[in-house]
């Protein structure tokens, strides 16, 4: 992986990695991870504000140690490479939260029972992810060209998701599920936050485990959608994985607090769809045109606040609609 560029030593990786190690431990030893437990709204808000807080202490970290050791210019670039990387990124989850949404609905999951297995779904997703974006910045640093065929992809994409975004997906046609269900023994009910248990010596999987599967792979489909458009960014492996890892460790927090919400902010779906086409587009057009990076974060910024705002304010003018008839 010579031909990689990063600005990341071997104490950064290790850092980073012992600091994502470190917060797992604490929310599962420690903040009740193994605990079933109904989430609320306060105790999500709390967890959203501290890792929004922590990605935002990293970045003003990494501008400090960039300054003192590479200078101001490339301080710069990076920090604002890693925020614009994290800001697309946390967008683009926020997709997988209507999944979420659905697959719990779907399964009936109670409340108390779904912060365990989002845990282990982010556990899932950060092996993935860094698998993918390894691979990938070493696939797009020895075929350049993958940029453009990345770029075209996120168009194609983008374009799609406008077609498609009223569109429900049926989860009982849903081929993965169809398969787990004609290959496994399955229990009629939950048994608390257990993946399988034993029925008269023979081994079952739970409804839990079928969760589980569904959660992953809807994260591993995101993930094919959301680390070719960090590459538009960087593809500095280093940023590329830090603002990943940023925004799966909060969209845990964010799930419980919008899930109840998820169907006021209706227009963000178009809104993340115009986000891929912008991303891929600029991708496809980098060999006659640079953006530069603080064009692409206040553009990015700009098309999901939008997109927030218009959905509250259309879901207020229904709801008051709705209270005269």
Same mark, same amino acid.
């Given at each position: ?36 437990? =109904? ?28 300054? #003192? ?46 912060? =365990? ?17 390894? /691979? ?15 770029? !075209? ?44 248990? =034993? ?10 485990? *079928?969760? *589980? ?5 809807? #994260? ?33 927090? *964010?799930?419980?607090?919008? !899930?109840?919400? !998820? #169907? ?7 809104? *993340? ?11 496809? /057009? ?33 709801? /008051?609609? !709705?209270?005269?008839?």
């Amino acid at each position: 992986m010579s031909g990689i560029d990063s600005v990341a030593t071997g104490p950064m990786w290790a850092g980073f990695i012992a600091f994502v190690i470190a917060m797992l431990a604490l929310d599962l030893f420690v903040f009740g991870g193994r605990k079933a437990h =109904r989430v609320s709204v306060r105790e999500a808000l709390a967890w959203v504000i501290a890792w929004v807080s922590l990605a935002l202490t990293f970045a003003a970290l990494l501008w400090w140690y960039l300054n #003192d050791t590479l200078g101001a210019e490339a301080a710069q670039r990076k920090t604002l490479e890693f925020l614009t990387g994290y800001l697309i990124e946390q967008s683009l989850s926020v997709d997988n939260m209507f999944v979420f949404v659905m697959i719990f609905g779907y399964f009936a999951v109670p409340p108390e029972l779904q912060r =365990r297995v989002l845990l282990y779904g982010v556990l899932g997703a950060i092996v993935m992810r860094a698998v993918m974006i390894l /691979a990938g910045v070493w696939l797009v640093s020895e075929f350049a060209w993958l940029l453009y065929v990345f770029g !075209a992809f996120l168009v194609v994409t983008g374009i799609k998701m406008l077609i498609f975004a009223e569109h429900e997906p049926d989860l009982e046609k849903n081929p993965l599920l169809r398969w787990l269900r004609g290959h496994l023994r399955i229990t009629g009910s939950f048994h608390g936050e257990k993946f399988f248990v =034993r029925q008269n010596g023979v081994l079952w999987a739970t409804p839990m485990f *079928l969760v *589980l599967v569904l959660i992953e792979a809807s #994260d591993l489909v995101f993930a094919v959608d959301s680390i070719p458009a960090i590459f538009a960014v960087t593809t500095d492996p280093f940023i590329v994985f830090t603002s990943n890892i940023f925004a799966i460790m909060g969209l845990r927090a *964010l799930y419980f607090l919008l !899930a109840d919400m !998820a #169907d006021r902010f209706h227009l963000l779906k178009y809104g *993340l769809a115009i986000v891929l086409v912008f991303i891929g587009s600029k991708m496809v /057009a980098a060999p006659w045109f640079h953006m530069p990076i603080q064009w692409s974060l206040a553009i990015v910024g700009g098309i999901i606040l939008i997109s927030v705002i218009l959905s509250l304010a259309l879901s207020k003018d229904r709801t /008051a609609m !709705a209270g005269k008839e």
